[in-house]
């Protein structure tokens, strides 16, 4: 069982359009992070939240933590090609601090 | 600061051979994680470092695998006899401590044939 369960797995959309990603769990996190990682490449971090209800924003990208801390969804507005790319979050328990991974959201960009 | 650097890029190894990994940190950052990624799959934790301390284990990490991180800089992790289900992207990752915000390398693709 994951303790980070992302959706959806895979997301093949249209330049333009717009997009959900979501990330649950049912534990409560201190914090999560979300990360985007290219084919071949490491992962590379887009935003962390802290605060429940928390949102923060990233150009097209948006971020919003649960009131709970148990889920974040990252929604991304006029999707383009290079946002393709595989979207992980990740959420560290107590004061461990050690990010735990989701499986990610596989997401290709047609142009 | 270059970020995290890892090396070498790729592997190709025979099964049965030893290899090891080197990963230098960024340079202020006294955390340091070692993960494995698999195709379809996040990466998975194996061990961390605070300093030259190894903190935690993985079950995943078997007693094939080893990590070391003298001095508290760079770090390696090194896979003996290997097997084909050692075939992943090993990840490095480095972190100040009292965060979760962990700064990735590029990572080693290793192909054991």
């Known amino acids: 069982t994951q303790l980070l369960e992302q959706s959806p797995q895979f997301l093949s959309i249209q330049e333009g359009e717009n997009l959900t990603v979501y990330c649950n769990s049912s534990s409560v996190f201190s914090s999560l992070q979300w990360y985007r990682q290219e084919p071949g490449e490491g992962p590379v971090l887009l935003v962390t939240?802290?605060?429940?209800?928390e949102v923060k924003k990233l150009k097209r990208l948006t971020f919003q933590f649960g009131d709970a801390r148990k889920d974040s969804s990252l929604h991304i507005t006029a999707a383009q090609p290079g946002d393709t790319g595989l979207y992980l979050c990740?959420?560290?328990?107590?004061?461990?601090?050690?990010?735990?991974f989701g499986r990610g959201t596989s997401l290709i960009v047609h142009p | 600061d270059t970020g995290v650097s890892q090396d070498p890029r790729h592997k190709i190894t025979k099964r049965g051979q030893n290899v090891t990994f080197r990963c230098d940190p960024i340079?202020?950052?006294?955390?340091l994680y070692w993960y494995r990624q698999t195709l379809g799959q996040g990466p998975e934790f194996l061990t961390y470092?605070?300093?030259?301390?190894?903190?935690?284990k993985s079950r995943l990490l078997s007693d094939r695998f080893s990590a070391e991180r003298p001095k508290g800089s760079f770090s390696t992790l090194e896979i003996q006899r290997t097997e084909q289900g050692d075939s992943a992207m090993y990840l490095c990752?480095?972190?100040?401590?009292?965060?979760?915000?962990?700064?990735f390398g590029q990572g080693t693709r290793l192909t054991v044939v």
């Open positions: 470092f605070q300093n030259e301390a190894q903190l935690e």
């Open positions: 990752a480095s972190s100040l401590s009292g965060t979760a915000e962990a700064f």
């Open positions: 340079s202020e950052h006294n955390r």
């Open positions: 990740a959420g560290s328990l107590g004061g461990s601090y050690i990010p735990t």
């Open positions: 939240v802290v605060t429940g209800g």
